[in-house]
């Protein structure tokens, strides 16, 4: 073994044991991590490893680690907050205005999933944010996924869920495409709905949406695409698709009367506005 695989084996065993001391409540956390802020190369190839989005596009303005000794155990990114309204429907403020940013990702090594180390981050980022002029922060929780119980935590305010609205994937691969879709072949399939939490840095900046009650561990909503059969129906020209939330893609199968019997009516979903 060289001298160099000897230093990082060393390295890995002696992050390996601060997690563990720190996991079996031996160590604190201001004992255990440094945070800073890191180059968005780094926190994106970090992210495309652990983040459940994988690789998923994003663009980040600031990000800043977690570290024990000089190794990358967590990171957290932030944005400009997207959507045309976002800005408009809950502060009144014009789209290019750049005191709100949003949580674009939050992100830990496995080992320390479920531990404080992600209050830890997300709290004390928080609080370098405002050394950035930025005056609040807003992120949204997939309810399919969780109800941002992290969000709670470090006292973010919450304003309830998103407003439920449908997707329409054309045949061709296309996502919501302008325009009518009367005459496009594809199918209408639910969007999960967003938890909407925001956290203010300054005081003199109002919210315009209504605090409500934080919803509790375990509220999962489910959405019903195709049954996990990978297949949905466009009713109105009668032709079985991929699932394109399922499979990622949308791919035409069939159309006529005896694929259709192939499949049982609980096996399958009318996918249509």
């Not at 997690?19 to 190839?45: C, G, M, Q």
């Not at 991929?242 to 009516?265: A, M, Q, R, V, Y």
């Amino acid at each position: 073994m060289s001298e160099g695989q000897i230093e990082l084996s060393f390295w890995v065993t002696n992050v390996d044991a601060k997690i563990e001391a720190f996991k079996n409540r031996e160590a604190k956390a201001k004992n255990t991590f440094t945070l800073s802020e890191i180059d968005k190369a780094v926190a994106y190839k970090f992210i495309a490893q652990y983040h459940y989005l994988k690789d998923a596009k994003f663009f980040a303005k600031f990000c800043y680690g977690l570290f024990i000794d000089n190794v990358l155990v967590g990171c957290a990114t932030y944005s400009n907050p997207q959507g045309i309204v976002a800005m408009k429907s809950w502060f009144g403020l014009e789209n290019d205005n750049q005191d709100v940013l949003e949580l674009s990702r939050l992100c830990m090594l496995p080992k320390l999933n479920g531990t404080n180390a992600t209050s830890y981050l997300l709290g004390n980022s928080l609080r370098l944010l405002k050394s950035k002029q930025v005056k609040a922060v807003i992120t949204l929780a997939d309810d399919s996924r969780h109800v941002g119980s992290i969000y709670q935590v470090c006292n973010f305010k919450y304003y309830g869920l998103t407003d439920k609205k449908t997707d329409f994937y054309t045949a061709d691969g296309r996502t919501n495409p302008r325009g009518q879709t009367k005459d496009i072949k594809g199918v209408w399939l639910p969007r999960t709905q967003k938890h909407r939490y925001c956290y203010t840095l300054d005081e003199s900046l109002i919210c315009l949406l209504k605090e409500q009650p934080k919803p509790n561990v375990g509220m999962i909503n489910n959405y019903e695409c195709c049954n996990q059969t990978n297949k949905v129906f466009d009713k109105r020209f009668k032709e079985w698709y991929s699932c394109p939330k399922c499979t990622n893609s949308i791919s035409l199968l069939g159309g006529d009367e005896n694929f259709l019997n192939s499949f049982s009516h609980e096996s399958s979903i009318e996918a249509q506005k």
